[in-house]
């Protein structure tokens, strides 16, 4: 497995993230390249000599963060790299006075929703119909973690 690294906007073009973010699921790199320019924005990831194998981006507002995305190649799920990401990240986020960490997920993304209960996120709310899926619309559920 690779290192646990943090990334600065301007390493960005360099790192090679499109393999990434080459599906058509939200949000884009160039979103999070540009949001990533502000000093509120973080983004850690697992580097390795392959080349970075998952990625978490947060934005951080007083004592709370938000994860505004995480993603894992695909050649490396399910091997332990979301977890750690996350795990390491949050440590980060503890080290700046951050003590809950909120995100949103789709209601189908059983993935993603397996890795936030397994790390400690509680239920908040649902919003119905939030986003726009393939197959037509699916809620969003939104998840907290406090510490
Ligand atoms: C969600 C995602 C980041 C998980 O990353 P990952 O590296 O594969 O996850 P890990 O290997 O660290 O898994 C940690 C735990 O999460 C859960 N989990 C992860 N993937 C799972 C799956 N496909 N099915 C069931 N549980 C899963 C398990 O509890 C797992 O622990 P275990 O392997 O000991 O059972 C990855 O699937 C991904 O990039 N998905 C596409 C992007 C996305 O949907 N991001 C979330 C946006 S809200």
């Given at each position: 497995m690779g290192k646990f690294v943090a990334i600065r906007s301007e390493q960005l073009a360099n790192l090679l993230l499109n393999g990434l973010y080459?599906?058509?699921?939200?949000?884009?790199l160039d979103a999070l390249t540009r949001l990533l320019a502000k000093p509120t924005v973080r983004a850690w990831a697992i580097s390795a000599r392959q080349g970075i194998q998952g990625v978490a981006w947060f934005s951080v507002v007083q004592d709370e963060a938000e994860i505004i995305d995480i993603r894992v190649d695909k050649r490396y799920r399910r091997t332990g790299i979301g977890q750690l990401l996350l795990t390491q990240s949050f440590e980060k986020l503890r080290l700046s006075d951050i003590r809950s960490v909120f995100l949103e997920v789709g209601s189908s993304n059983t993935a993603a929703l397996a890795l936030y209960e397994k790390l400690g996120f509680a239920m908040m709310g649902r919003r119905e119909d939030y986003y726009k899926t393939a197959a037509g619309r699916e809620d969003a559920l939104t998840m907290r973690c406090d510490w």
């Open positions: 080459d599906v058509d699921q939200p949000p884009s």
